[in-house]
């Protein structure tokens, strides 16, 4: 008898129910596998939510934060300098090193990234309250106040995002389900812009405190007297609107992390690959360098980043002092986003209040390409690094953590930058005028720097060399694998 023979008969023997499998039922498991990778609308929309508190928070901060340092919180530009720069210096040392801890996190019921989400929503909305709390205290005390909930804010907040961010390699195996989920994403994150600033402002922007100086006519002690008491009455209310507004927002930031928790469900392991040993910071760094795709888009993300953040940092001064539209500057601030040309125009008009609503809402069409469109694509590069690395797996984070990384580092340097130079201009906080050099220096922060940075942005994302023929070829490359 033949081996073969022989083992044909053992397995008909021993294994009856065994039965050859025909090419309809690979199809029919094919398509049962499809089935259950595919992301429904409402997972979708509930993923897409989770973006929401970075940057309703990172707008409500951006654009608010500064101003209210300067002229509630009535601190010295050089601390409010000090403020925004080691805090968001802060905020990119722990983005790497989040990273590196949840690349070590082990898997629980509630999956690897969801722990992460939970534990620090409730941190994180105390402490992102407490910033916008003014204490009784000297100027230094004001400083440290400042200085601590602002980093623990920013160190909580990244325990909530990059797990976040990582999450989307999880939700789905499926590249075209991602992609899905990732521009359900992306058009949340660009309302959410919106309603951080929308929230702020209509609370904020009716509590607006006087002025200090310009034309006033105080006669005698007694109009004096009454004045600074009409002064301190309308600056209470202006920090009580800031308080409420930030409660609302700790509301949002709460309902968004509960929708996220419920509505996704994490996926373990869908590539059936074993995660590589944790990498050290300096091994983590070699990795993320030494790919060039990743380092043209960081880069190209890098100024076009900066630019809008130079942007949200300093409009609001701008409206104030140089187009004299203190009592407009909230809404203004609510339909504007940023663009080229209305970076460009703004400067030139000078103070057409139609005008500048007009071309507000006009440039908010660009923030989406020119702000977050970078996100959608970091993917793409991760999948690009498997094709090219397929022995590295489970650094999916880390990607991640380096990509927020570098952007937040270099954005408190360049805040910080353009908080000083307001010092070095002369800026009198809460001023009804302020120096001609403060009105030069604010139309290079909100023009010609971010113009210039958006310039070279453009210049490096045109060397981008992941094309989409690339791109679905690693798709199929990595859906063969699995």
Same mark, same amino acid.
């Given at each position: 008898?033949?081996?073969?023979?022989?083992?044909?008969?053992?397995?008909?023997?021993?294994?009856?129910?065994?039965?050859?499998?025909?090419?309809?039922?690979?199809?029919?498991?094919?398509?049962?596998?499809?089935?259950?990778?595919? !992301?429904?609308?409402?997972?979708? !929309?509930?993923?897409?939510?989770?973006?929401?508190?970075?940057?309703?928070?990172?707008?409500?901060?951006?654009?608010?934060?500064?101003?209210?340092?300067?002229?509630?919180?009535?601190?010295?530009?050089?601390?409010?300098?000090?403020?925004?720069?080691?805090?968001?210096?802060?905020?990119?040392?722990?983005?790497?090193?989040?990273?590196?801890?949840?690349?070590?996190?082990?898997?629980?019921?509630?999956?690897?990234?969801? *722990?992460?989400? @939970?534990?620090?929503? *409730?941190?994180?909305?105390?402490?992102?309250?407490?910033?916008?709390?003014?204490?009784?205290?000297?100027?230094?005390?004001? @400083?440290?106040?400042?200085?601590?909930?602002?980093? $623990?804010?920013?160190?909580?907040?990244?325990?909530?995002?990059?797990?976040?961010?990582?999450?989307?390699? %999880?939700?789905?195996?499926?590249?075209?389900?991602?992609?899905?989920?990732?521009?359900?994403?992306?058009?949340?994150?660009? !309302?959410?812009?919106?309603?951080?600033?929308?929230?702020?402002?209509?609370?904020?922007?009716?509590?607006?405190?006087?002025?200090?100086?310009?034309?006033?006519?105080?006669?005698?002690?007694?109009?004096?007297?009454?004045?600074?008491?009409?002064?301190?009455?309308?600056?209470?209310?202006?920090?009580?609107?800031?308080?409420?507004?930030?409660?609302?927002?700790?509301?949002?930031?709460?309902?968004?992390?509960?929708?996220?928790?419920?509505?996704?469900?994490?996926?373990?392991?869908?590539?059936? $690959?074993?995660?590589?040993?944790?990498?050290?910071?300096?091994?983590?760094?070699? @990795?993320?360098?030494?790919?060039?795709?990743?380092?043209?888009?960081?880069?190209?993300?890098?100024?076009?980043?900066?630019? %809008?953040?130079? @942007?949200?940092?300093?409009?609001?001064? %701008?409206?104030?002092?140089?187009?004299?539209?203190?009592?407009?500057?909230?809404?203004?601030?609510? $339909?504007?986003?940023?663009?080229?040309?209305?970076?460009?125009?703004?400067?030139?008009?000078?103070?057409?209040?139609?005008?500048?609503?007009?071309?507000?809402?006009?440039?908010?069409?660009?923030?989406?390409?020119?702000?977050?469109?970078?996100?959608?694509?970091? *993917?793409?590069?991760?999948?690009?690094?498997? $094709?090219?690395?397929?022995?590295?797996?489970?650094?999916?984070?880390?990607?991640?953590?380096?990509?927020? %990384?570098?952007?937040?580092?270099?954005?408190?340097?360049?805040?910080?930058?353009?908080?000083?130079?307001?010092?070095?201009?002369?800026?009198?906080?809460?001023?009804?005028?302020?120096?001609?050099?403060?009105?030069?220096?604010?139309?290079?922060?909100?023009?010609?720097?971010?113009?210039?940075?958006?310039?070279?942005?453009?210049?490096?994302?045109?060397?981008?060399?992941?094309?989409?023929?690339?791109?679905?070829?690693?798709?199929?490359?990595?859906?063969?694998?699995?």
């Amino acid at each position: 008898m033949a081996r073969g023979e022989g083992a044909e008969q053992f397995s008909a023997t021993l294994l009856p129910h065994v039965k050859p499998v025909s090419q309809d039922g690979i199809k029919i498991a094919k398509k049962r596998e499809q089935r259950s990778n595919h !992301l429904s609308l409402c997972s979708k !929309l509930c993923y897409a939510v989770g973006g929401a508190p970075y940057q309703i928070t990172g707008s409500a901060l951006g654009f608010f934060l500064q101003i209210y340092l300067l002229d509630v919180a009535q601190l010295e530009p050089f601390y409010a300098s000090i403020i925004l720069f080691v805090g968001r210096a802060w905020d990119a040392v722990t983005d790497p090193t989040v990273g590196f801890l949840v690349s070590r996190s082990r898997w629980t019921r509630f999956g690897r990234m969801m *722990p992460w989400i @939970l534990i620090s929503t *409730p941190l994180a909305v105390l402490s992102y309250i407490l910033i916008w709390v003014v204490p009784s205290v000297d100027q230094l005390s004001k @400083l440290m106040w400042y200085l601590i909930f602002y980093c $623990v804010f920013q160190s909580l907040q990244t325990c909530f995002h990059v797990p976040y961010s990582a999450l989307t390699m %999880f939700i789905s195996p499926e590249q075209k389900e991602r992609d899905s989920a990732t521009a359900f994403r992306m058009t949340i994150e660009v !309302l959410s812009i919106v309603v951080g600033t929308a929230i702020q402002g209509l609370i904020v922007g009716n509590a607006i405190p006087p002025c200090v100086g310009g034309n006033l006519n105080l006669t005698n002690g007694l109009n004096a007297t009454i004045f600074n008491s009409s002064q301190e009455s309308s600056l209470d209310k202006t920090k009580q609107a800031y308080l409420i507004a930030s409660g609302v927002i700790s509301g949002v930031y709460v309902l968004c992390a509960i929708v996220l928790f419920l509505g996704v469900r994490e996926q373990e392991g869908h590539e059936h $690959v074993k995660v590589n040993r944790p990498l050290s910071f300096c091994e983590g760094l070699h @990795l993320v360098l030494g790919y060039k795709p990743y380092v043209k888009l960081v880069m190209g993300f890098l100024f076009t980043s900066l630019a %809008f953040m130079l @942007l949200e940092g300093n409009f609001n001064l %701008f409206c104030i002092y140089v187009l004299g539209f203190r009592d407009h500057f909230a809404n203004i601030l609510m $339909v504007i986003m940023w663009a080229v040309p209305f970076l460009i125009l703004i400067v030139l008009i000078t103070s057409n209040l139609v005008a500048s609503y007009l071309i507000a809402i006009a440039a908010g069409i660009s923030v989406a390409a020119a702000f977050l469109l970078p996100w959608s694509m970091l *993917p793409d590069v991760v999948d690009d690094f498997k $094709v090219q690395n397929p022995d590295s797996h489970g650094h999916e984070a880390i990607f991640y953590s380096f990509y927020v %990384f570098f952007t937040k580092f270099a954005s408190g340097v360049s805040l910080g930058i353009s908080t000083l130079s307001l010092e070095f201009a002369g800026y009198v906080s809460n001023a009804c005028v302020q120096p001609d050099k403060v009105h030069l220096t604010l139309k290079i922060l909100v023009s010609l720097a971010p113009v210039v940075l958006i310039g070279l942005g453009l210049l490096i994302f045109k060397t981008y060399p992941i094309s989409e023929e690339r791109r679905q070829g690693n798709r199929k490359i990595l859906q063969n694998l699995r």
